[in-house]
């Protein structure tokens, strides 16, 4: 059993490193460095855990795509097992253990994580919170609950996205009779109190700088919204699902009408319809793997033998048919000089924000380099997004580039007080975006992304302006929570 699951998970694993450095950098993971070399409690759109993991995982092993991607490749081949762990708690024969581990190796959402995000993180804490769940629905096992706390207390530290899972749980727990009883014993508030504990540096955090996670979220909803809202998160969570999509189905019937692992069956409809109406399509992801295990465990209940082999086969077939008909957005095997050609910079923007930075890095040396040696000496570069200012913090020469910042999310609370620079070149900004802090603004370049890939940063103006006044001054009217 050990083996079957050892090649599972190694098959995802090896997958990932052997394709992880062919992509450079995500603006995300330049987000992501950046905060690691900024330590805190919090930071305005996720929690502390993600950046420093980032900023330990490249001190010890040097800064590279591929580096920073060795820990996601891991973390994905532990939602592999924890796939074929559901079954097998579950009840379920090897076969079809290895089954739910096959589907979890082809899923889109598991296989197209390949990149340094909270979500990968995050997809760990949320299928291990459930396993353990589902340990204390199948075994009643008490000391199980303080490891379910934990586990949703480091969730907590990784993304805020586990919330409407811990809501879930708890409705779980209040509909059902038998884990009711469990509140009158303390291992369940044994578990509540340490998660709360593990959560609260962060909350406190938040509470220190006014709670700019909310003002995030009110931000992110609305741009969830205008982007397709309730038809767009169910296109797209077809699509997660694939040809999988009636195991899926059955999956969901079988756990609420077993009413043994029902409490399973509510712990992940609760997220389901919170984001259906508030989120996008990957939030509630990670409960997939387990409606799925639960959709097996009904086909192996199937009587008659032809039809239960039939249906198993068919899950092979569907799980390899929707490796292939997807391998372009989950494996990253295009060269970023064929993304444009292709057409995969408009469908997938991940593989589009991942274009360019050194060459923009050379492009912002160059402009710099250009101004005046009296204008170079007074000068910043501040960029509408991170990606510019962190791309300039790894790929740049600090001999040859003033420092770098960006109002955008966490990198607002990084400009230094005391910054005395009358001049800034501003990035993405055009001479009528920033004229009332600038005593003179002209346009002098355009940033190109090679390749023609469609991006952000392709074709984003560059700016020159005399600041009115000292830029900490001027700060507060740049701030970009969205």
């Known amino acids: 059993m050990l083996l079957v699951y050892g090649v599972a998970a190694g098959c995802?694993?090896?997958?990932?490193?052997?394709?992880?450095?062919?992509?450079?950098?995500?603006?995300?993971?330049?987000?992501?460095?950046?905060?690691?070399?900024?330590?805190?409690?919090?930071?305005?759109?996720y929690p502390p855990i993600v950046p420093l993991v980032g900023r330990l995982e490249t001190t010890v092993l040097g800064i590279t795509p591929w580096t920073l991607r060795l820990i996601p490749a891991l973390l994905g081949g532990v939602n592999v097992i924890l796939c074929g762990a559901y079954v097998r708690k579950l009840g379920g024969s090897l076969g079809f253990q290895t089954l739910a581990m096959l589907a979890g190796v082809t899923e889109p959402l598991i296989l197209g994580t390949y990149l340094f995000q909270t979500v990968v993180f995050d997809q760990v804490a949320w299928m291990l919170s459930l396993y353990w769940f589902l340990s204390i629905v199948i075994d009643r096992k008490p000391r199980t609950w303080i490891l379910l706390g934990i586990t949703l207390g480091i969730g907590l530290e990784i993304k805020y996205l586990i919330l409407p899972l811990i809501a879930g749980i708890g409705l779980a727990v209040l509909l059902t009779p038998s884990l009711?009883?469990?509140?009158?014993?303390?291992?369940p508030w044994i578990g509540a109190a340490l998660m709360l504990l593990i959560?609260?540096?962060?909350?406190?955090w938040q509470i220190a700088n006014g709670f700019p996670t909310l003002?995030?979220?009110?931000?992110?909803?609305?741009?969830?919204?205008?982007?397709?809202?309730?038809?767009?998160?169910?296109?797209?969570?077809?699509?997660?699902?694939f040809l999988l999509t009636p195991l899926w189905i059955a999956g969901f019937i079988s756990l609420f009408r077993n009413p043994r692992i029902r409490p399973i069956g509510i712990a992940c409809a609760t997220p389901m319809v919170v984001y259906l109406l508030v989120g996008k399509y990957y939030y509630p992801g990670p409960t997939i793997p387990i409606v799925m295990a639960a959709g097996l465990i009904a086909l192996s209940n199937v009587k008659r033998p032809r039809l239960r082999s039939g249906l198993?086969?068919?899950?092979?077939?569907?799980s390899l048919v929707g490796l292939v008909s997807l391998a372009k957005i989950t494996i990253p095997l295009t060269p970023a000089d064929q993304f444009h050609t292709t057409g995969l910079d408009t469908l997938d923007t991940d593989l589009a924000s991942t274009v360019g930075w050194p060459q923009i890095t050379n492009q912002m040396t160059a402009i710099y380099g250009a101004l005046s040696s009296s204008q170079r000496a007074a000068t910043v570069i501040v960029s509408s997004?991170?990606?510019?200012?962190?791309?300039?913090q790894i790929f740049g020469d600090s001999k040859l580039l003033p420092a770098s910042f960006s109002p955008q999310l966490s990198d607002w609370y990084w400009l230094p007080k005391n910054l005395d620079a009358t001049d800034a070149l501003m990035v993405g900004y055009a001479p009528s975006d920033v004229a009332w802090m600038c005593t003179s603004a002209r346009m002098v370049a355009h940033l190109v992304v090679p390749y023609q890939v469609v991006n952000l940063e392709q074709g984003a103006p560059v700016t020159f302006c005399t600041l009115t006044a000292p830029l900490p001054e001027l700060w507060g009217r740049l701030k970009d929570f969205s």
Do not use: C, M
């Open 180 to 187: 009711r009883k469990d509140l009158r014993t303390r291992y």
């Open 312 to 318: 198993a086969v068919a899950v092979v077939v569907a």
């Open 199 to 204: 959560w609260i540096p962060n909350v406190v």
């Open 12 to 45: 995802l694993i090896a997958l990932h490193l052997a394709t992880n450095g062919i992509l450079g950098f995500h603006i995300d993971e330049l987000y992501y460095l950046a905060s690691g070399r900024h330590p805190a409690l919090g930071y305005v759109d």
């Open 385 to 392: 997004d991170y990606g510019v200012a962190g791309a300039l």
């Open 215 to 241: 003002v995030y979220i009110s931000n992110h909803t609305g741009a969830i919204q205008s982007g397709g809202g309730v038809a767009d998160f169910i296109v797209f969570f077809l699509v997660l699902l």
